[in-house]
């Protein structure tokens, strides 16, 4: 059979799978999406199809001949022929500021808390086709703040007037409006001695104005509330693209000190804890809260905090750290629903020196992720921030692969079987490296010439990103300019999976069971950072080194890698990949030691990393137990961390803890059980695909001690 025939008898088979009404891979290849609706099965058509095309006309063929073999994977290739880049981090204050253009007319600056978090989803949702990947808002308490001042102003403005109505004091109400419209009148902020000089002659005594405060403020509150609760919901039910796909969409939180962010954190929170209409976990957004000394942590602090019963912490309203306390809910919400997640902004890396703890745009200056971990700080080409950047692309090297093409070409292979003999362990490791060192600067160039196809692109491909400066500089561009200026201040990443089984292959141990295979391990990945830095040298772009979120992946390289090379115990023997440089799911040691051991990676995987640690039982029964663990993660040099338990619900009754078989109230087996499959959350596990289903299955719980 030709290549011809042979690549339509493929796309023929992988057409089929789409129809079919029963669970597959290619179905259940991405987690959020639904491949059983009409919408869904469009879009998993359409994208086996431009995935056939790219490898075929666009990608040059040594490097779609590596993808085939699963040797590296190129992702997303379904957008390649788009041009699209995968994600964002965005300004929306100055999109609020200015108002934002749609296809049909400019939508004017909100004035209301309410109105801001609507207008945030939509434009979340909005983004998202022109992506293809996610987008996070990186200061999103800053953001949202102004919204809560204005609403504070409007009801503040209607009880001052409501009161003088009721007393038949005469007032000029257009000039009161005009007046409370200061920027120096703010949520929890004002004093009789603030607002008097704005009342004329008119006889307002203290206590009747601590009394319209103190109703105003509760107004707030409870509307704050219910902008945020809203905006959960909208992210669980907009639908951004084909197979019911909601917004990939994350939030960084928790440095705003002022009383208005403070506001919307807390509202936040408490939507986050109530879950949708039946008490469901929201999926979406991913919430990641900043750890940053000074401003919501202090060691002081952290200890009175560990010493009292963890039912006196929100009682207390004299933590050294003001934003301590959102600290502290950020701890009692992630118990409950896994969210939020913890990025580390103490971390040498994430530091930047033009950050102070009294400027008001100190949020410009903080790194901020990507729920999935994709990180964006660095830039050779503008300024060191988060902010108006995302991701280009990023390709990922199968280590597994090239440990075993090292193996093979030794003859050390035999039925299944590695026989080490006499070899010489220093020699297989040398020609690792450089096997290493050659495959990365394969992807270094696949991700160039990508780069290179994606900036042939014009402003009015990407409109809504270009127009309201959603990616920095582009509002600068005319439809017709191409978008070089622009991406270039994006990040070019190379990807890693199963460095575990890597190692397990060249030494026989993986790094979470031996010293020795840990210091190899960080050098296999010093290796992949120093060509990535190489790059970054020579063609002045954003290259660095991601530790690939691995979701249908992990199973593919798994896969065509034992077809290659037979079923090698602790090597192919699994229907999964380890996700980039984890210890193995299935291998049980501490949470600290995992900790550790991970953590020591992160400075070389600047693109993106993260560590988890499984919990076993409700982590909201011990919420010390969840402080010590992310404050180790915070001290071990961590960028991002999270943690897993179980969260389960019945779907008969709602009933809503760990649920092992059938539920205790109802005894219905049909159990809702939500868990985190590569940084977002999923519910019912039936939706994942085959080798994420195996890697959940044998997942280890890990001790706090």
């Not at 025939?5 to 639904?34: G, H, P, R």
């Not at 006889?203 to 945020?228: C, G, H, P, R, Y």
């Not at 953590?599 to 560590?611: K, N, R, V």
Request: charged letters at 25%; glycine letters at 6%.
């Amino acid at each position: 059979m030709g290549v011809e025939s042979k690549n339509y008898t493929n796309l023929l088979n992988e057409f089929n799978q789409v129809i079919a009404t029963t669970d597959n891979d290619i179905k259940n290849e991405n987690a959020n999406m639904s491949g059983d609706t009409a919408s869904g099965k469009m879009m998993k058509f359409a994208s086996i199809g431009a995935k056939e095309f790219a490898l075929e006309s666009l990608v040059n063929r040594h490097y779609s001949d590596l993808h085939k073999k699963s040797l590296i994977h190129i992702h997303d290739l379904d957008y390649y022929p788009t041009k699209s880049a995968t994600c964002v981090q965005y300004n929306i204050e100055e999109i609020f500021k200015n108002g934002f253009k749609t296809r049909n007319g400019l939508i004017r600056e909100p004035q209301s808390i309410g109105v801001y978090t609507e207008l945030a989803a939509i434009i979340f949702q909005t983004c998202q086709n022109e992506m293809h990947g996610g987008q996070a808002i990186p200061a999103f308490d800053y953001f949202m703040a102004p919204g809560v001042n204005k609403s504070f102003r409007k009801e503040l403005i209607k009880n001052v007037s409501q009161f003088f109505t009721f007393s038949d004091i005469e007032f000029d109400e257009k000039l009161l409006k005009s007046l409370f419209q200061d920027q120096n009148i703010t949520f929890k902020n004002i004093g009789y001695d603030v607002l008097k000089p704005y009342l004329g002659n008119n006889v307002l005594e203290q206590k009747d104005f601590e009394k319209i405060v103190n109703m105003t403020n509760k107004k707030v509150e409870s509307e704050t509330d219910q902008a945020l609760e809203g905006f959960i919901y909208n992210l669980n039910t907009q639908h951004s693209r084909g197979g019911n796909q909601v917004v990939f969409s994350s939030i960084n939180i928790g440095t705003d000190t002022s009383e208005e962010g403070r506001q919307v954190t807390k509202s936040l929170f408490k939507a986050l804890e109530n879950g949708l209409g039946n008490g469901e976990t929201s999926i979406f957004p991913i919430v990641i809260f900043k750890v940053k000394s000074g401003v919501n942590f202090d060691e002081s602090s952290y200890n009175r905090a560990m010493e009292m019963d963890q039912e006196e912490w929100f009682s207390v309203n004299d933590w050294e750290t003001k934003n301590f306390d959102l600290f502290l809910m950020a701890i009692k919400t992630t118990s409950i629903r896994l969210f939020p997640n913890f990025m580390f902004l103490d971390q040498p890396y994430n530091q930047h020196e033009l950050w102070r703890a009294d400027d008001k745009n100190s949020w410009y200056y903080e790194p901020a992720t990507m729920g999935c971990r994709t990180r964006v700080f660095e830039n050779v080409n503008g300024d060191k921030t988060s902010v108006g950047r995302g991701n280009l692309s990023f390709t990922s090297l199968n280590l597994p692969y090239i440990a075993l093409e090292v193996l093979q070409k030794h003859n050390l292979i035999n039925n299944g079987v590695i026989d080490y003999g006499d070899v010489n362990f220093d020699k297989l490791k040398q020609e690792f490296i450089e096997d290493i060192e050659e495959y990365t600067n394969d992807v270094c160039q696949q991700l160039l010439d990508r780069y290179d196809y994606q900036i042939t692109a014009l402003a009015k491909e990407f409109p809504f990103l270009m127009k309201n400066n959603i990616l920095a500089g582009g509002q600068q561009l005319d439809a017709n300019d191409k978008v070089e200026e622009v991406f270039k201040n994006g990040s070019l990443t190379v990807g890693f999976v199963g460095l575990a089984e890597a190692l397990k292959a060249l030494i026989g141990k993986h790094h979470g069971e031996d010293k020795k295979a840990q210091e190899f391990g960080l050098k296999v990945i010093e290796t992949i950072n120093n060509i990535a830095l190489e790059w970054k040298a020579k063609t002045h772009l954003n290259f660095g080194v991601i530790a690939t979120p691995a979701e249908s992946v992990a199973g593919r390289m798994a896969k065509v890698t034992r077809k290659a090379f037979g079923e090698i115990a602790e090597v192919t023997n699994r229907d999964y990949f380890t996700n980039s440089n984890h210890i193995p799911v299935y291998y049980n040691l501490s949470a600290i030691e995992k900790i550790q051991k991970e953590a020591a990676y992160h400075p070389l995987t600047l693109g993106g990393s993260i560590s988890y640690v499984e919990l076993d039982g409700e982590a909201k029964k011990n919420l010390h137990a969840v402080l010590s663990i992310i404050n180790a993660m915070r001290v071990s040099g961590t960028n991002y961390g999270s943690l897993n338990h179980p969260v389960d619900r019945c779907k008969a009754c709602n009933y809503t803890s760990l649920i092992p078989f059938a539920c205790p109230m109802c005894d219905n087996q049909d159990i809702s059980r939500t868990r985190r499959i590569t940084g977002y959350l999923v519910g019912d596990l039936d939706g994942w695909n085959k080798g994420k289903q195996a890697e959940e299955a044998e997942r280890v719980k890990h001790s706090v001690k």
